[in-house]
């Protein structure tokens, strides 16, 4: 059996706005037409009746045409919502290796992104130099900046 990596699903609270970020800040390109997923089926798969959710699939940069996508969805009722957590067991960040982390940094600030930690350069035995910072997207989701010197 052949397993290939697809999506990551982000849950919003405006996925136009999260998808535009994401967009901007990193390069994902939209794919596939919007979604709009309601109806007996979605009861079933979700186990939540009467659930709608609504979103589009974003193409990661650096794989392709057939690379893995962020799943950015809204439902019309969210359920409450916890603080994001960088040691809080389950998904903890999504990594995006970058030119520059300083100037990635710079543009995550100006598009109501914030800050989680300070940018730190590691040496990392038998891997190499890598930087590295924690940040929230516009809804607070950790994102990881990192650049490997080579």
């Known amino acids: 059996m052949a397993t290939r990596y697809a999506h990551v ?10 998808c535009a970020f994401y967009e901007e800040a990193f390069d994902c390109v939209p794919v596939s037409q919007e979604r709009d997923h309601h109806g007996p089926h979605i009861d079933r798969l979700t186990a939540l009746p009467g659930a709608r ?5 974003l193409r990661v940069p650096g794989h392709g045409e057939q690379g893995p996508t ?5 439902y019309a009722e969210n359920a409450p919502e916890l603080p994001r957590l960088l040691h809080r067991p389950g998904l903890a960040h999504l990594a995006f290796e970058v030119d520059d982390v300083d100037a990635t940094r710079q543009v ?3 598009l109501g992104g914030s800050d989680v930690g300070e940018v ?14 924690y940040m929230g997207d516009p809804e ?8 490997w010197h080579r």
């Open 9 to 18: 699903n982000l849950i919003a609270r405006d996925w136009r706005r999260l």
């Open 53 to 57: 959710i609504r979103g589009r699939h």
């Open 70 to 74: 962020l799943e950015v969805f809204s």
């Open 108 to 110: 995550i600030l100006r």
């Open 120 to 133: 730190v350069t590691l040496d990392i035995a038998g891997a190499g130099k890598l930087t590295l910072v």
């Open 140 to 147: 607070g989701n950790i994102v990881e900046l990192q650049h």
